[in-house]
């Protein structure tokens, strides 16, 4: 079982930048798609960024296409989220999540996801 934690988060100023990691225990990350998801206060988690077992696919909702940017290397055992151009509406709880195997059709659903870690705060003043 993989274990997962994130770490990068901070306060930055709108328009700023910040890269988010997560640091994977165990020996079979390589074997896990990974996500990013996110929670404000008062809202629902939402679904963020998705990457495949290989880093080939990478998969974004429409709010932080073009700003954000999922990858891995998994001879760290880490993915990251690079995320620029920051706006305060980014401000949440960001959570990294995994599961074994292929990357299914309904990615953005966080019931797909098995493996989580304990989340970061990201604060973006406006």
């Known amino acids: 079982q993989v274990q997962l934690v994130e770490s990068g988060g901070g306060l930055v100023q709108s328009g700023g930048s910040l890269r988010l990691s997560c640091a994977a225990s165990?020996?079979?990350?390589?074997?896990?798609?990974m996500g990013w998801f996110r929670q404000a206060p008062g809202k629902e988690r939402e679904f963020v960024a998705a990457i495949t077992r290989s880093g080939g696919g990478t998969y974004y909702t429409d709010s932080v296409k073009g700003r954000f940017t999922i990858s891995r290397d998994n001879a760290k055992n880490t993915v990251y989220l690079q995320m620029a151009s920051l706006k305060p509406e980014d401000t949440a709880v960001y959570y990294c999540?995994?599961?074994?195997?292929?990357?299914?059709?309904?990615?953005?659903?966080?019931?797909?996801?098995?493996?989580w870690g304990q989340g970061t705060q990201v604060t973006v003043s406006s």
């Open positions: 165990g020996r079979t990350f390589y074997d896990y798609y």
């Open positions: 999540a995994g599961a074994p195997g292929a990357l299914p059709s309904y990615y953005t659903n966080s019931y797909t996801y098995n493996t």
